[in-house]
């Protein structure tokens, strides 16, 4: 397992739009009748703030599931070739973080952008401050169809439309400017 690399993230008001890469455990899982599930995962996640959003994206060719004929499948369904990411986009201060040790969590609403269509969603988060870093948990269940996205059926069984998407990082906490202390 590799070792988290935690960004400088600022949610300062005046921070310039700069992208960064970081490690992340990503998951995803879809779940149908008779326990049946396809889960998979990725480890890159983007991060920017433009004084607004916090921005996260996800390169979808490093998305899998570990069968690559259901990759195949699952990167034709996404249209990864003609869109590569994945963009969650959350108004800064919807997002409410510790300012000592201990923890916070709450339920915003983002826009997700999938297949080059946005539409809002709801996001749920959990940020542990744990001496200098912020663990962040983020979850979300993503209705496919609302992206156009028509998921298989083979036989009458098939996969639900809600795809449970959940990811979690760490940041390091002295990059906050200083109204969150």
């Not at 433009?50 to 249209?79: C, E, Q």
């Not at 201990?102 to 542990?128: D, F, H, M, W």
């Not at 036989?155 to 990059?175: T, W």
Request: proline content about 7%.
């Amino acid at each position: 397992m590799s070792r988290l690399r935690q960004p400088s993230l600022s949610l300062a008001s005046d921070a310039r739009a700069e992208e960064e890469a970081f490690d992340a455990r990503i998951t995803f899982t879809a779940s149908g009748p008779l326990g049946l599930r396809v889960c998979g995962r990725g480890k890159e996640l983007r991060c920017l703030e433009d004084g607004k959003n916090l921005v996260f994206s996800v390169p979808l060719p490093g998305i899998t599931t570990g069968i690559a004929l259901r990759d195949g499948a699952m990167h034709d369904l996404l249209g990864t070739r003609k869109f590569p990411r994945v963009e969650l986009r959350v108004p800064r201060p919807t997002v409410s973080v510790p300012k000592s040790k201990g923890g916070t969590n709450g339920t915003t609403q983002g826009t997700l952008t999938l297949r080059g269509k946005s539409a809002p969603i709801e996001v749920c988060y959990e940020i542990k401050r744990h001496d200098d870093t912020l663990a962040v948990t983020g979850s979300m269940r993503v209705p496919v169809d609302t992206w156009g996205i028509s998921l298989p059926h083979h036989m009458g069984f098939g996969l639900k439309s809600q795809v449970a998407v959940k990811v979690v990082f760490s940041v390091f906490a002295k990059s906050l400017p200083s109204l969150l202390y």
